[in-house]
């Protein structure tokens, strides 16, 4: 084996070399990226939270309200048609106003507390979105550090072989040009 394939080998070898460390330090920078996408935290919902996500389910629907509107009509239907000594909340209709800020003042803060945990599940979806990103990033990092090395060492073997076709060309034109 002549001295140039030893030397091409040797550079073959260190670029291997090189590109694998590439390799090993994106995988090691990817890691943990990759873990926190694979194995998200587990929701653990308490009872009262559970409760909250079904009251702001109903309480944000067309069946509750449609359901409200009809419960308010029968009401306001039978403390006005039956005679006075039936109807229990008469026209003022005070129970049913109590009713309903009670259940306006109740329903509120359940609501929120349901718009919190998914205001939570919001930060953390983004969380995981910036985490894809970054890796993404990384990605195009190690393409790019690859390409660099790729480059730079196609630079050089070109660069190399122009010098020995430089060296060829100038011993040809010594044996071309008489000796004087």
């Excluded at 390799?23 to 998200?40: F, G, M």
């Excluded at 309200?65 to 109807?87: G, H, Q």
């Excluded at 196609?154 to 060296?167: G, W």
Aim: proline share 4%; net charge neutral; charged share 25%.
């Amino acid at each position: 084996m002549n001295k140039d394939s030893k030397t091409l080998l040797h550079s073959e070898t260190i670029q291997l070399a090189k590109l694998q460390k590439i390799v090993e330090q994106t995988i090691n920078d990817e890691k943990l990226i990759i873990n926190n996408l694979l194995h998200p935290p587990e929701d653990v919902l308490t009872k009262g939270q559970k409760i909250s996500d079904k009251v702001a389910t109903f309480g944000g629907s067309w069946a509750f309200i449609i359901s409200f509107f009809v419960i308010l009509a029968v009401w306001i239907l039978f403390n006005t048609l039956t005679p006075l000594k039936d109807n229990f909340d008469p026209y003022p209709f005070i129970l049913m106003n109590l009713i309903l800020s009670c259940i306006a003042a109740l329903q509120a803060p359940i609501i929120m507390m349901s718009q919190n945990r998914v205001e939570e599940k919001d930060r953390m979806r983004s969380e995981n979105d910036y985490l894809i990103n970054l890796k993404s990033e990384l990605a195009i990092r190690a393409l790019h550090e690859k390409m660099d090395l790729l480059l730079e060492e196609q630079i050089k073997v070109l660069f190399e072989s122009q010098a020995k076709q430089l060296d060829i060309l100038k011993s040809i034109e010594r044996k071309i040009t008489p000796k004087v």
